[in-house]
């Protein structure tokens, strides 16, 4: 059984830095190979991993759709040839592999793709021991039922007052889905001077949430971000790369 950590919350907040962050630990701590689960239209965390996603799951859903239409698909079903295609489009690397939902390139809703990318990824996430799901802001994603359990659900945001708000709404909305995860953990970003907001601890009551964690605003993850370098290249001396360490040794990890 996989364990499955999502990163959801505020537009802007630095989630698919923290996705790749997980993964790159994950990965030193022998857990591998991951599953890097790209769910943002946007599609980034190819990038900060140093890796190019050439096809997504919206790209190859309308080369599926274009392929059935031409009559170039005869002797296996839509699904079967979507399937194909999604596999296809699966960017293997060392210790992870990744899939991208990215952008429907045609008319038309996501539902059908959703529905495969959520048959494939619970076929291929078995060979996975952990899987990390990069969501776009919001809970979109989740709400579609990609995945049905969330291990460990990570709402972001950072020490704004809007931000912390935004985080009380995703909680609801989680709530109102029937969203289901094991623990849940706010981290606030980019902080200045290190400095917790004063009502945090009130906010972590109010979600009920498990663990509180703040990564301080840091010139060298900032630099590689600005850069466009490999953030599993960060050192591990890093201060940010550090807490991620000590956030997965309290989530027990």
Excluded: W
Aim: net charge negative.
């Amino acid at each position: 059984m996989s364990y499955l950590i999502a990163v959801t919350g505020k537009g802007g907040t630095g989630k698919t830095t923290l996705a790749a962050l997980l993964i790159s630990r994950l990965i030193a701590r022998g857990k591998r190979p991951v599953l890097a689960v790209d769910a943002d239209p946007n599609t980034c965390l190819d990038a900060v991993l140093g890796q190019k996603a050439e096809k997504t799951v919206g790209r190859v859903r309308e080369e599926a759709r274009e392929a059935a239409g031409q009559g170039m698909s005869s002797g296996i079903s839509k699904q079967q040839l979507l399937e194909l295609k999604i596999a296809e489009s699966l960017v293997e690397a060392d210790n992870f592999d990744l899939i991208a939902m990215g952008r429907s390139e045609g008319p038309g809703c996501y539902c059908y793709a959703n529905n495969v990318l959520k048959s494939i990824l619970g076929q291929i996430s078995a060979e996975y021991p952990f899987v990390v799901l990069d969501n776009e802001a919001g809970l979109e994603n989740l709400s579609r039922r990609i995945v049905q359990k969330v291990n460990l659900l990570i709402l972001m945001t950072d020490p704004s007052q809007r931000g912390m708000e935004t985080v009380v709404r995703l909680h609801a909305l989680a709530n109102e889905m029937k969203i289901e995860y094991d623990k849940l953990a706010i981290v606030v970003n980019r902080l200045r001077m290190d400095i917790m907001p004063e009502n945090i601890l009130q906010l972590k009551n109010e979600v009920s949430a498990d663990y509180v964690v703040g990564f301080v605003d840091e010139d060298q993850l900032a630099s590689f971000g600005e850069n466009g370098e490999n953030l599993l290249e960060l050192p591990a001396k890093n201060e940010v790369v550090r807490r991620v360490n000590e956030f997965l040794d309290e989530v027990g990890l």
